[in-house]
């Protein structure tokens, strides 16, 4: 089956810094999905990428998707405390014609202090 | 707003018990997750739905059964809860039918923890 690992488990980070989480997909995605979770929270979604080498960007948040559509990253410039979740991408993979299902990756959590 | 609510956020059972944790969307949304969120291990599907009485197993179907009377409504059942299954259970609902951004998304109810003693 698919699986979707995602580094680092944990990351801990000063206020003003960056953070990046790397995802790997162990088969090539139709598209990739990040979701964020506050702590005691559920998942929202943030953004879905699609296209091959695709890079989007939501203020301080730069989402990238491989070339190969195996791998993707989320990078965060200047963190903020409002930052602070875990961090899950989520490989959308069809298993009929038209349903659809997503892998999550193991999730980043951040901490951000300041 | 899409609402996907989950009927309890707290629950405690006892060992061997028998289980039901529902989950409504209003959404009229195709598909329909059940998940389960431990530390370390993030989330892992149990079953899926992508029509009414249609069921899918997930990587970790084993100990569970779910129900899809109908659309709107997906039920998880433990039907003899054991101590492993502690932990939190999400549910989830998204559409592919839908054009731009809202096709595939996952829109999660705020969770059920379930502690079995």
């Known amino acids: 089956g698919q699986q979707v690992m995602q580094i680092p488990q944990y990351q801990h980070v000063q206020e003003g810094e960056d953070f990046t989480t790397y995802c790997n997909s162990s088969?090539?995605?139709?598209?990739i999905q990040w979701y964020k979770q506050r702590p005691g929270g559920h998942p929202v979604f943030l953004i879905q990428?699609?296209?091959?080498?695709e890079v989007k960007k939501q203020k301080r948040l730069t989402f990238q998707f491989g070339e190969a559509k195996k791998n993707s990253s989320l990078h965060i410039t200047a963190t903020q405390t409002t930052d602070v979740g875990t961090y899950f991408c989520?490989?959308?993979?069809?298993?009929?014609?038209?349903?659809?299902?997503?892998?999550f990756g193991t999730g980043t959590r951040l901490q951000v202090t300041l | 707003d899409v609402k996907v609510t989950q009927s309890s956020r707290y629950l405690v059972k006892r060992t061997g018990e028998k289980v039901f944790l529902e989950c409504v969307q209003d959404?009229?949304?195709?598909?329909m997750f059940w998940y389960r969120q431990d530390p370390g291990l993030g989330l892992r599907l149990i079953y899926f739905?992508?029509?009414?009485?249609?069921?899918e197993k997930g990587d970790i179907p084993e100990g569970y059964s779910v129900s899809r009377e109908k659309k709107e409504r997906f039920s998880l059942i433990l039907e003899s809860a054991s101590t492993n299954q502690t932990s939190m259970y999400l549910c989830?609902?998204?559409?592919?039918?839908?054009?731009?951004?809202?096709?595939?998304?996952?829109?999660f109810g705020a969770g059920t923890r379930l502690s079995v003693l």
């Open positions: 989830a609902s998204s559409t592919d039918f839908r054009g731009g951004l809202a096709k595939n998304i996952q829109y």
């Open positions: 088969t090539t995605l139709s598209n």
């Open positions: 990428l699609v296209k091959s080498g």
């Open positions: 989520a490989g959308l993979y069809y298993y009929t014609g038209t349903a659809s299902k997503l892998t």
């Open positions: 959404m009229d949304h195709e598909n």
């Open positions: 739905s992508y029509d009414v009485k249609m069921k």
